[in-house]
């Protein structure tokens, strides 16, 4: 059984793959102080809850967040006996190469992105990512990962917006009815939704431009059926890519 997490600025996402689907999957807060121990008993009780009794004989982790890694890792060799694969490191192969800057590191999270949708759509996409940061990744012809955007996530604007403006309430993102509003609320949602439908739009247009080609847009994270009801850009919804990728790149290390 091999147990995949996913670790964002935000939440962390926990699943357990039995080789041939997800048979259970669970998400945290992301807490850098929270001990091995800890993270073991809140997954063994999980488990037990949903009836999984198979042993852990893997780990792969992708993680932003540097200083969750080490309790992660000896989570897994202390109660799973095994080494966590971690998805950056230089003996963790991937397989798709990695074209940017010399010396630039990418977040795991892209490369797991990409590694996910070239193995289910093929090449030349746009991988559109709704977490904490909007990000935007080229995967090209032959599945390489090939640079991208980084913009604010939905949230955070919404948090930025509510602590800079003492008259605006925080609020939920939500399509509005109206693109123009008739109250605060109304006002910030339609500012909101239909400022990132925007931004999707123009800056998947403006890649396609610059790439020549037709590129196919992939919309993941869980804000991405949300905004998949207000623009014919995102192509196809898969809230799972994340850890299709880690799947994928446990079996390839494991050969």
């Known amino acids: 059984m091999l147990l995949a997490v996913d670790v964002g600025n935000t939440n962390a996402v926990f699943a ?43 780990v792969v982790v992708s993680s932003v967040v540097p200083q969750v890694l080490f309790n992660l890792r000896v989570m897994a060799d202390r109660y799973f006996n095994t080494r966590a694969k971690v998805v950056g490191r230089p003996d963790v192969r991937l397989p798709i190469e990695v074209r940017v800057d010399p010396a630039v590191q ?51 604007s919404l948090k930025a917006l509510h602590e800079a403006a003492a008259a605006l309430p925080f609020i939920d993102v939500t399509k509005p009815a109206r693109v123009v509003g008739t109250n605060t609320v109304a006002c910030m949602q339609s500012g909101i939704f239909w400022g990132y439908v ?16 037709k590129m196919t847009v992939i919309g993941t994270g869980g804000l991405s059926t949300l905004f998949a009801q207000g623009t014919d850009v995102l192509e196809k919804i898969d809230t799972g890519l994340t850890i299709h990728g880690l799947v994928l790149i446990d079996r390839l290390n494991r050969e």
Request: with cysteine; aromatic share 10%; net charge negative.
């Open 16 to 58: 357990l793959h039995d080789g041939e689907r997800v048979v259970g999957e669970w998400r945290c807060r992301t807490e850098g102080y929270r001990t091995a121990d800890e993270y073991f008993v809140w997954l063994r009780q999980l488990m037990d809850f949903n009836g999984i009794s198979d042993g852990i004989d893997s």
């Open 106 to 156: 990418v977040g795991a999270d892209r490369l797991v992105n990409t590694v996910g949708a070239w193995d289910r759509y093929g090449g030349d996409l746009i991988i559109v990512d709704f977490g904490t940061a909007t990000t935007f990744d080229v995967v090209g012809h032959d599945g390489a990962y090939e640079g991208g955007v980084i913009a604010p996530g939905v949230n955070l």
């Open 198 to 213: 925007g931004l999707i739009e123009g800056i998947c247009a403006r890649i396609a431009v610059e790439r020549g080609r």
